[in-house]
């Protein structure tokens, strides 16, 4: 993690760079403007370019990784948030299962490219929204851990229903988005990915999955 705090120092310190010679205009569009000339694109505006955020590990298209709050640059650590999420109550009013992280098929039975997905259940008499959730992913080899907060906005599930969530960057309904230069595409060892999925007023639900060593995925879900 030293390495990319190293990587972000440098990055800050380019900008400061540009930003003077460029007459000390400190508005976001010059110091973007100049940051994209002279190392390409900065997709999300967070001060790092494209480029660099593939070498860190974070996310070009989310300014905040790892939904911390945090600009990503100002970040020490964009790609491990705390778990933000607390809630005390005992009351069960659903259930996740079925969690899968790779060879996945769609509901016709064609394949997928490898993402996190499971089931949500309610079990309640209502229906159920504004969920949250918390995953972390874990290399099993070296024990280093990232951990991502995501608000799922729009995801209803009725009583008594099932319904899929995903965690990939098609924009479909029920799916999420992911970092594509997350752990989970890059890192080719073995890896755990455990799940805290909550809504208000309920018991939280949790589960694991492991995904099995292997080349170095390509993030293009």
């Given at each position: 993690m030293s390495k990319k705090i190293y990587i972000l120092a440098f990055i800050t310190l380019l900008s400061a760079l540009l930003l003077a010679a460029c007459g000390g205009n400190t508005t976001a569009t010059t110091a973007n403007s100049s940051s994209a000339a002279a190392d390409g694109p900065d997709t999300d505006g967070d001060g790092i370019p494209d480029s660099a955020e593939k070498v860190l590990g974070t996310d070009p298209n989310a300014a905040d990784t790892d939904g911390d709050g945090q600009n990503d640059l100002a970040d020490k650590n964009p790609t491990m948030a705390d778990n933000?999420?607390?809630?005390?109550?005992?009351?069960e009013g659903f259930t996740i299962s079925g969690l899968l992280v790779e060879n996945n098929e769609d509901a016709n039975g064609v394949g997928v490219p490898d993402h996190l997905e499971f089931k949500v259940t309610?079990?309640?008499?209502?229906?159920?929204?504004?969920?949250?959730?918390?995953?972390?992913?874990?290399?099993?080899?070296?024990?280093?851990?990232?951990?991502?907060?995501?608000?799922?906005?729009?995801?209803?599930?009725?009583?008594?229903?099932?319904?899929?969530?995903?965690?990939?960057?098609?924009?479909?309904?029920?799916?999420?988005?992911?970092?594509?230069?997350?752990?989970?595409?890059?890192?080719?060892?073995?890896?755990?990915?455990?799940?805290?999925?909550?809504?208000?007023?309920?018991?939280?639900?949790?589960?694991?999955?492991?995904?099995?060593?292997?080349?170095?995925?390509?993030?293009?879900?």
């Open positions: 933000p999420i607390q809630e005390s109550s005992t009351t309610n079990t309640g008499p209502a229906d159920l929204t504004n969920f949250d959730i918390y995953y972390t992913i874990t290399d099993k080899d070296t024990g280093d851990v990232q951990g991502y907060y995501r608000t799922l906005p729009g995801f209803t599930v009725k009583p008594g229903a099932t319904k899929d969530i995903h965690f990939d960057n098609t924009g479909q309904p029920d799916h999420f988005s992911v970092n594509p230069n997350s752990a989970f595409y890059t890192d080719p060892n073995g890896l755990t990915v455990t799940v805290t999925l909550h809504a208000p007023g309920l018991a939280l639900q949790t589960g694991s999955v492991d995904k099995d060593p292997a080349g170095a995925e390509g993030g293009t879900e």
